[in-house]
């Protein structure tokens, strides 16, 4: 008897193996998963319309998971696994901190971008189900700093280009708020870009002066300085800049 169930429970393992190694392999074959310091990426392998991945790429339908525990219970790839009921997956970034504990929120989205109100419907009822009460809401898709303080000796130009060298941005939107001091609004292709640049341009900050400092953009850290202000547009040349007309108040670009 003993010899029989010693048996049966080898061939129990061996299916449960054989399935999870097919599952594992179905996975993989679908989804390249990636880790670049604090964020988990799984990022799909399909290969999608130019059109279409640039629109993603800015953001287009993400959505903002939170209340992740902390823990290894709610892994990275089950959540992408429990997202996958409802539709293929573009991307999840997975953010984590310096043990590899889940920081609590993660940002989502699918390739099908009108599977976002769906997906904020039925992810939260899904995750439930699973005992898992993570919340699931639209991603602000934040994606633009503000850079302060900034030693009065750089001119515009010179910021540009040092800002250029740190981390690529596609807009920088200038404010003259006192006679040759400024303030500036960099905006990035999509969060995670703006994250990345976030971190790197701290890590240099001294370059633009003792106090200069950089933040996420918000509407209380940049009204009250821009209300009032002189604004033009300014064209850049490789050492020197030139203003332009105003178009509209409130800022120049480059």
């Known amino acids: ?45 399909k290969v999608l319309d130019e059109n279409l991945k640039s629109l993603l790429d800015e953001g287009k339908g993400e959505l903002f998971l939170s209340c992740i525990p902390r823990n290894h219970s709610c892994s ?9 009921e409802l539709g293929e997956v573009y991307i999840m970034r997975y953010k984590i901190d310096f043990s590899g504990n889940s920081r609590g929120y993660a940002y989502l989205q699918y390739i099908n971008v009108d599977l976002k109100e769906s997906a904020m419907q039925y992810l939260p009822m899904r995750f439930r189900q699973l005992c898992m009460c993570l919340r699931v809401e639209p991603s602000t898709n ?40 400024f303030f500036y609004i960099f905006e990035y292709r999509n969060n995670d870009s703006a994250a990345s640049a976030h971190q790197r341009v701290r890590n240099s900050i001294r370059k633009f002066g003792e106090h200069a400092h950089i933040s996420w953009l918000t509407a209380e850290n940049i009204l009250s300085r821009a209300s009032g202000s002189f604004c033009f547009q300014r064209e850049v040349s490789q050492n020197r800049t030139r203003r332009v007309p105003p178009r509209q108040k409130g800022c120049f670009k480059f």
């Open 142 to 181: 934040n994606r633009e700093l503000v850079l302060k303080n900034v030693e009065s000796s750089l001119r515009p130009w010179q910021v540009y280009q040092e800002m250029l060298k740190i981390h690529p941005f596609t807009i920088v939107r200038v404010y003259e708020y006192q006679l040759d001091q």
């Open 1 to 45: 008897i003993l010899a029989f169930f010693f048996f049966f429970d080898a061939r129990v393992y061996a299916v449960y193996f054989f399935f999870f190694a097919i599952f594992k392999m179905d996975f993989e074959s679908k989804y390249c998963t990636s880790q670049v310091n604090g964020t988990i990426t799984i990022t799909t392998r």
């Open 76 to 84: 990275p790839r089950w959540i992408v696994e429990v997202a996958s």
